[in-house]
Nanobody, 123 residues
């Protein structure tokens, strides 16, 4: 089992940048593929980005491709989401999630979730 804690969310102006972090504990971090998801008020939880166990493979939603970058540091048991050129439509609670072995984009495929961190982008 793994515990996940997100941080880094805050209010930012459109065009700005943020880096979210997700610290993992409780199990060997490198066995887990990691994902970032987000949920805006009244909407479903959507896929944002995912990264393989080694970090060699990354995947992005079309809406964030070219603006967001997912990365991980297995020595620090942490996954990151660098968000640039933020838009008001990026406003949401951002969640990190973990699943063993194979990277997936579907939220239902992930076993462990953090509590989320709020990102608000003002226009």
């Amino acid at each position: 089992q793994v515990q996940l804690v997100e941080s880094g969310g805050r209010l930012v102006q459109a065009g700005g940048s943020l880096r979210l972090s997700c610290a993992a504990s409780g199990h060997t971090f490198s066995v887990y593929a990691m994902g970032w998801f987000r949920q805006a008020p009244g909407k479903e939880r959507d896929f944002v980005a995912a990264i393989s166990r080694s970090g060699d493979n990354t995947y992005y939603a079309d809406s964030v491709k070219g603006r967001f970058t997912i990365s991980r540091d297995n020595a620090k048991n942490t996954v990151y989401l660098q968000m640039n050129s933020l838009k008001p439509e990026d406003t949401a609670i951002y969640y990190c999630a973990a699943r063993p072995l194979v990277t997936r984009k579907e939220s239902r495929e992930y076993d462990y979730w953090g509590q989320g961190t709020q990102v608000t982008v003002s226009s």
